[in-house]
């Protein structure tokens, strides 16, 4: 606490959380001194400043132990690409759109793909095609999030899961 303080006076609550009053700066200092403490500004713009006796390295552990548990609470969606070609066999796409309904019941996201190869891109119908085929057999487990558009030589469909399920 090399940091030299301008102000007269602050507003001091104490390591309980009780309102000390008004105290000058330096009176303060010596009480967070003698409690082994530290003596941290909380409401600089305030007319006098609020300060407050605390323990800093507790504070920050705590902190960051509520930041560890509030990682712990959230759910990480991944987005699972699938590709496809305009020309993709019965068979495959039976195959892919298996895994597509695994994913989505998993509880992340698809990405559906058609590539388009160099002239294939005129036939843009096929893919579409494909694309709400698909749209109509993952309709009981997942929702378009991002409807059909074409990247590019691709075109991209994005597929959530439904949130009852």
């Known amino acids: 606490m090399n940091e030299r303080i301008r102000v007269e006076n602050v507003r001091l609550i104490d390591e309980n959380g009780r309102q000390v009053g008004v105290v000058p700066s330096r009176q303060a200092l ?25 323990d800093y390295g507790k504070y920050l552990y705590e902190l960051k132990k509520k930041a560890q548990e509030a990682r712990k609470k959230q759910t990480v969606i991944t987005v699972k690409e699938i590709k496809f070609r305009p020309g993709t066999d019965d068979h495959d796409y039976e195959f ?11 509880g992340d996201k698809v990405k559906a793909v058609v590539h388009f190869r160099g002239r294939e891109i005129v036939h843009k119908q096929l893919g579409e095609r494909l694309i709400t085929r698909l749209v109509q057999d993952l309709s009981e487990v997942g929702i378009v999030e991002a409807p059909p558009r074409l990247e590019g030589p691709n075109l991209v469909a994005v597929f959530g899961p439904k949130k009852g399920k």
């Open 30 to 54: 010596t009480m967070a001194k003698e409690r082994g403490l530290d003596l941290v500004e909380v409401a600089p713009q305030a007319d006098p400043p609020v300060c407050r006796l605390i």
């Open 96 to 106: 892919k759109t298996k895994n597509a309904h695994r994913i989505l019941s998993g």
